[in-house]
């Protein structure tokens, strides 16, 4: 088993368990390891695996497991792999699940939508006994209009039936929450990061990730940003989408006509042949065109199982809703999508087509191209919103991709962990120390004044889900507005006011101390990542391509050693939002920036009443600590704005008095 597959399976006698792992890191043969001890050793009747669309059952063919020194196979009937049946799904598949339910036979796979009409059909408790394994499990919401929320709920309120649920972007500030937090609860969590997954690799180990923003139309300016010599997946805009022409085809003939020159479709695959100005002829798949025979002849050339592990088969694929999640390309080197995404959880999607491991294949990326906003028009403010959520992303990308961070409190009892490395000169008991995990990839770091979490579900949450804590915090719209363009920001009205209420909304279950302790490490790490970056970024000079991994590993080891005392007052006074603020600079002229500033500006609101309490809670804190409260003239910014907060809501209280 690799790494992530074991660590799953280590939890296979959970009722519920919850993988998180990115695309390509081996989640489908994880299932099939924990579904088949299930049958053999847990009492569970049946195994029913749901994924989202058909093509994806193909994850899910036999495997000869035990070739490989497991104790069985995995084999599924044909009859039971609804994904390859043909018809509706609310139609014969729904009777099939019931057949499968009263027969002797082990597995079923069907897609997320014969699932629901199924439940609906035969009820929660004819699932009694058996495992409900739910693929790509973003597709769920706690929504009620949402029926696979709705009856996995069910499900869990009923205690019958076993769950595994995986997923390789688990980002909840998307939208709406996945699970009730109530629910969520009783799922035991396994979580493996990008860095993870690239380290264990044998080929690739760097993925970058870029933004770049055009005027006019894209097409004009794709071949900046795409290397014919990549193979590459295109995604072209949505035509509902800000970016896209309105037609679809003539983008993609735009796009081949940049490339080269058309020599005809090849006979059996459908591929369009374009040679390029070097004489290359290029193998391009199109998944877009609207004629459906042509389009399921590139899709089924695509999906040749012989062609699998034959690199020169295609050179790039164009699509638009296709090739994303689920997708098995294991060559391409370059995900580039066009418009901006408002949905992270398709980012991390998109990004799983580039990862997969291949021979040669040592560096693969993720492109963004997104319009460029127009100081001129009317739309100016709604632009700039879409590229400084683009911006946000792409920050909490680099916290995805970086290594997992394991906070300390530093104290005279502090000492040295087994299996960390503490640099040249070992732990140092005076000094906050920085411990690396070469196996795992993890950080072990000291800070001072850290807020240690006290219950179990705080301690997950620290050890889990920062990710998600800070998915939330990069989407806040307000947040992300004024740590760019407010001049007058106090840091801390970020990273503690901002991050405090984020936490607060997504937690409510713990208690004040508790939600303390989340929002010092969720700053913590998102801070870190950010310095580690920028003190690559001053000293690459001499390595104008360093390692991606290695110079963050460096990088970090770098900051917390060479910083006299590391604690949480000065982390709090970073900004995260510094570096967005140099990407956009970097690609706009003053004028523009100016703009964009005024526009933003006329829209901001200083200060809410929740903001406002919060602050007047941290000047209760400061009274107690310095025995006075903020002064308002004081020159610290951070005290005058929790001083703003207690006046804020003494003339709140004299105004509703008055009225």
């Known amino acids: 088993m690799r790494l992530m597959q074991e660590r799953a399976y280590e939890r296979r006698g ?89 027969s002797g036979d082990k597995v079923l796979v069907c897609t997320h939508a014969t699932f629901r009409f ?36 069910q499900f869990i309120d009923r205690g019958g039936v076993h769950i595994v649920a995986m997923t390789g972007s688990y980002f909840r500030g998307d939208a709406e929450a996945v699970l009730a937090p109530q629910d969520e609860a009783k799922f035991e969590p396994v979580t493996y990061t990008y860095y993870e997954q690239l380290n264990g690799y044998e080929y690739l180990k760097q993925l970058d990730i870029g933004y770049f923003f055009y005027s006019g139309s894209y097409i004009d300016d794709i071949l900046k940003v795409l290397d014919p010599t990549e193979k590459t997946i295109i995604h072209i805009p949505s035509v509902n989408s800000r970016e896209s022409t309105k037609d679809k085809i003539k983008e993609v003939e735009h796009i081949i006509e940049e490339l080269g020159e058309w020599q005809g479709a090849h006979p059996i695959t459908g591929f369009q042949l374009v040679k390029t100005a070097s004489g290359r002829v290029l193998r391009i798949a199109d998944l877009v065109d609207d004629d459906a025979a042509k389009r399921d002849r590139v899709s089924a050339a695509l999906k040749d199982p012989a062609q699998k592990n034959n690199r020169d088969h295609v050179d790039i694929i164009i699509a638009l809703g296709m090739a994303k999640e689920g997708f098995d390309w294991i060559w391409c080197e370059h995900a580039l999508t066009v418009g901006y995404r408002s949905s992270l959880t398709e980012i991390v999607q998109i990004i799983g087509r580039a990862t997969r491991d291949a021979p040669g294949k040592t560096r693969a990326r993720f492109t963004n191209l997104i319009a460029e906003p127009d100081a001129t028009a009317e739309l100016v403010t709604e632009a700039v919103n879409d590229t ?24 005279p009892q502090s000492g040295p962990v087994e299996g960390f490395d503490y640099g040249d000169g070992g732990y140092d008991p005076n000094k906050t120390n920085v411990g690396f995990n070469e196996q795992t990839g993890q950080f072990q770091i000291e800070i001072k004044g850290l807020a240690e979490p006290k219950s179990k579900e705080a301690e997950r949450i620290c050890r889990e889900d920062l990710n998600e804590v800070i998915a939330a915090f990069v989407q806040d719209k307000a947040t992300v507005e004024r740590g760019l363009f407010d001049d007058e920001l106090v840091p801390e009205e970020l990273t503690v006011v901002r991050m405090g209420k984020i936490i607060k909304d997504k937690y409510p279950e713990l208690d004040e101390e508790d939600r303390e302790a989340v929002r010092q490490h969720a700053v913590a790490a998102l801070n870190i990542t950010q310095q580690a970056k920028q003190i690559i970024l001053d000293g690459g000079e001499n390595d104008p391509q360093p390692k991606a991994n290695t110079a963050l590993i460096d990088g970090v080891r770098k900051y917390a050693m060479d910083v006299r005392e590391l604690d949480i007052d000065l982390i709090d006074r970073i900004n995260p939002f510094g570096e967005a603020y140099a990407i956009l600079a970097k690609e706009m002229n003053a004028e523009r920036l100016e703009h964009v500033k005024a526009a933003i500006s006329a829209k901001r609101v200083t200060l809410t009443v929740e903001e406002a309490r919060e602050l007047a809670k941290r000047a209760l804190k400061f009274k107690q600590e310095r025995g006075r409260l903020p002064s308002i003239t004081s020159g610290d910014v951070w005290e005058v704005r929790m001083a703003e907060g207690v006046a804020y809501l003494a003339r709140m209280r004299a105004e509703a008095a008055r009225g």
């Open 14 to 102: 959970e009722q519920y368990l919850l993988i998180k792992s990115p695309p390509a890191s081996g989640k489908s043969r994880a299932l099939m390891f924990i579904a088949l001890d299930k049958l053999a050793n847990q009492g569970v009747k049946q195994a029913i695996i749901v994924v989202p669309e058909k093509s994806i059952g193909a994850s899910f063919h036999d495997e000869p497991l035990s070739k490989y020194g497991f104790v069985a196979d995995w084999t599924v009937e044909p009859k039971w792999n609804l994904c390859n049946a043909p018809g509706s799904d609310n139609g014969g598949k729904v009777n099939s699940v019931g057949a499968f339910l009263e």
């Open 118 to 153: 199924a439940v609906e059909k035969f009820g929660v408790e004819k699932f009694d006994g058996r495992l409900i394994a739910v693929d790509e499990f973003h597709h769920v919401s706690a929504n009620p209009d949402n029926k696979l929320g709705l009856h996995l709920g």
């Open 388 to 411: 400084l959520k683009a911006i946000a992303a792409s920050l909490l990308m680099e916290q995805v991709l970086a290594p997992r961070f394991d906070f300390k409190p530093k104290n």
